[in-house]
């Protein structure tokens, strides 16, 4: 139980930042994701700041097309959001499984996530992480943008020294020149995630981060065609239009993307958008590349090549990144037009390859090479986490262990330092292991009164959950005759136990219907049971005042002090007889019994042979009970 509210049922996904749960709210009783921040995290506070954020954010974000958010809050040292949970896949599941889709697939996946994306940019907000991993698609269809982690105001700009966070594949050219924040930079993205869709891989590949931005900054996006013969003109298009080098050339916001992908979609025959794409290219890699995580600040500028030899890091490529960008220029500069980028960038980069090619080694940072920063090992094994640590130049020192309700037995809950903290080399990492959740045995509560066995359950931890009631010969009413699960047994702090309580001892009900209500409430009060007379009365064959029914009947269990209702009888319903005098024998059955009479023959020796009633015992016009028997004479 998080918070008391969210009981946490499984894991669905982990990442370098967060992990996110689906869970249950037990005081709305709705399924909805939990996204809790690594306990590292949350003593960080620009981490802790983002969060509450995004939760701020998407909160004014009314739009079906946006993973919604419904709470935010804190319960010790995790830090949580509590979103609207989507079961289904990511667009990145369905890249991975099928590689290119048809086009009229990939605009039906592209046109809601630009709804949403439009909504906040007309709300004031930009994504800035824009990827498949957080387009959701419902099992019933309905796609949805998630991660609005790294939300930003359209009109904040991060800090020409400071950092640049996204992902490296889909960033756009003056993000990672300026920092910059505004819509264009999601239409970039967009333009890249479509790409993606209908070929199978992305634009830019790189063995190496630095080389995919060096890309992005040098290279357009090549026609979705060149790599998928036969796409229609206009989806090339309209993927050049989104990811135009030149902010100025794109679509100013998703909005207006939109309404492009629309005209581009309207242009199209249906044979061109359910043309089954070819056997395209895809991008092989693991869960752990579609992490959001944080990497170290080490990008100055992008070295424009890889040194021969350099291992490929395809996880950074999909990681969420910060990136360090470069100081701004002494003074304005030219305006950057088309797709060409002069001045000092240019300068900038050359700079970076004369000290690539200078060192022969890739020097990302001038460092003293005294300091190294704590790699990210949370959610791994003891082992792996040594291993990470060991290649880092660092050494493992304390191993401590802690429960944990959301962190699987046996890996890492928290490192100190924190990942990414700053640590001399060959320094060493203290480590806390999960146990698990952590247990409590079940107390013994038999025959303890309801609402103390519920306090008892609360004192070791645990909590009262449903309720059910039996007899018992031997436990009071009241009081607690077992549990679910029993006494002795272990379970994990916060699980619900059930309860039985006692009815008391079982009493057979008498039967007291055609009593006076004197005689009916003594045999009641003989056998342990109170006694409840219903306030309106009913017709029936039994005598005004006494009783004609009762609740339990008689013969059923009640326990000693339950209370049975009577209802009493204000006598049979009495009803107008019809005159038959005169007519044929059938002819009087059917009128008789159908104004609610039984009926009987007397035919005596002179009418066996006849057909026509004589005479009534009651008659034609008196009234009589219903369902008594009228006797006609016949002859």
């Not at 995630?193 to 992305?202: A, C, D, H, P, S």
């Not at 056997?279 to 992490?291: F, S, V, Y």
């Not at 959001?292 to 030899?309: F, M």
Request: proline share 7%; charged share 25%.
């Amino acid at each position: 139980m998080l918070d008391g509210r969210y009981r946490v049922d499984a894991r669905i996904a982990a990442g370098g930042m967060a992990t996110v749960y689906r869970a249950l709210d037990t005081r709305l009783d709705r399924v909805l994701a939990l996204k809790v921040m690594h306990p590292a995290l949350a003593t960080d506070a620009s981490f802790v700041e983002r969060f509450i954020r995004e939760a701020k954010s998407v909160a004014r974000l009314d739009h079906p097309n946006v993973v919604q958010v419904f709470d935010q809050g804190a319960d010790g040292s995790y830090v949580y959001l509590a979103m609207e949970y989507v079961a289904g896949c990511t667009l990145r599941d369905v890249l991975r499984e099928r590689g290119a889709l048809q086009p009229r697939a990939a605009l039906d996946i592209l046109e809601p996530v630009l709804a949403a994306l439009g909504a906040a940019h007309r709300a004031g907000f930009v994504h800035r992480d824009m990827k498949p991993e957080n387009v959701l698609i419902g099992d019933d269809g309905r796609v949805k943008v998630a991660d609005f982690g790294l939300v930003r105001s359209v009109d904040t700009v991060t800090s020409t020294t400071g950092a640049v966070l996204g992902t490296v594949s889909y960033l756009a050219p003056e993000q990672i020149e300026n920092g910059t924040a505004e819509p264009r930079v999601d239409v970039y993205a967009c333009g890249v995630v479509l790409y993606e869709m209908l070929t199978g891989g992305k634009p830019h590949q790189g063995e190496t981060p630095a080389q995919v931005l060096y890309r992005h900054l040098h290279e357009d996006v090549p026609p979705p065609s060149a790599a998928v013969p036969g796409l229609p003109p206009g989806l090339d298009a309209l993927v050049a239009a989104a990811t135009a080098r030149d902010p100025q050339a794109r679509p100013h916001d998703a909005v207006a993307l939109l309404a492009l992908a629309r005209e581009t979609r309207a242009a199209l025959s249906a044979d061109q958008l359910d043309a089954l794409p070819p056997q395209a290219r895809t991008d092989g890699h693991d869960n752990a590349e579609d992490r959001t995580s944080v990497i170290p600040r080490a990008l100055t500028v992008p070295r424009p090549l890889p040194v021969s030899g350099d291992p490929v890091d395809e996880a950074a490529l999909h990681r969420t990144s910060r990136l360090e960008t470069p100081p701004p220029p002494p003074g304005p500069g030219p305006r950057r037009t088309g797709g060409r980028r002069p001045g000092r960038g240019v300068l900038t980069l050359v700079a970076a390859v004369l000290l690539v090619l200078g060192v022969g080694g890739g020097v990302w940072y001038i460092n003293s090479g005294q300091f190294t920063k704590v790699p990210p090992v949370l959610g791994k094994t003891e082992a792996q986490a040594r291993d990470r640590l060991d290649k880092a130049g660092l050494r493992v020192g304390s191993v401590q262990h802690a429960y944990s309700d959301t962190v699987q037995r046996g890996t890492i809950i928290s490192t100190d330092p924190g990942a990414g903290a700053r640590i001399r080399s060959h320094g060493s990492v203290a480590l806390t292991l999960s146990d698990g959740p952590e247990t409590v045995r079940v107390p013994d509560l038999e025959g303890m009164a309801l609402d103390k066995a519920r306090a008892r359950l609360k004192k070791e931890g645990l909590e009262p959950g449903m309720v059910s009631r039996a007899f018992s010969e031997d436990v009071a009413k009241g009081a607690v005759i077992s549990t679910d699960p029993g006494a002795g047994i272990d379970r994990r702090a916060g699980s619900a136990i059930a309860l039985v309580v006692s009815k008391g001892r079982p009493v057979e009900v008498p039967d007291v219907t055609g009593e006076d209500l004197d005689q009916a409430k003594s045999d009641l009060a003989d056998a342990g049971l109170e006694v409840k007379v219903a306030a309106e009365r009913v017709n029936s064959d039994d005598d005004p005042g006494q009783v004609a029914r009762q609740s339990p009947g008689a013969g059923g269990r009640a326990a000693e002090g339950d209370t049975v209702t009577l209802t009493l009888s204000k006598g049979p319903e009495m009803v107008e007889v019809p005159d038959v005098t005169g007519d044929s024998v059938d002819d009087a059955k059917k009128t008789l019994e159908a104004a609610g009479f039984q009926v009987d023959e007397d035919r005596g020796l002179l009418g066996l042979f006849g057909d026509t009633v004589k005479k009534q015992s009651v008659d034609g016009g008196d009234r009589a009970p219903k369902g008594s028997t009228i006797t006609i004479t016949i002859r």
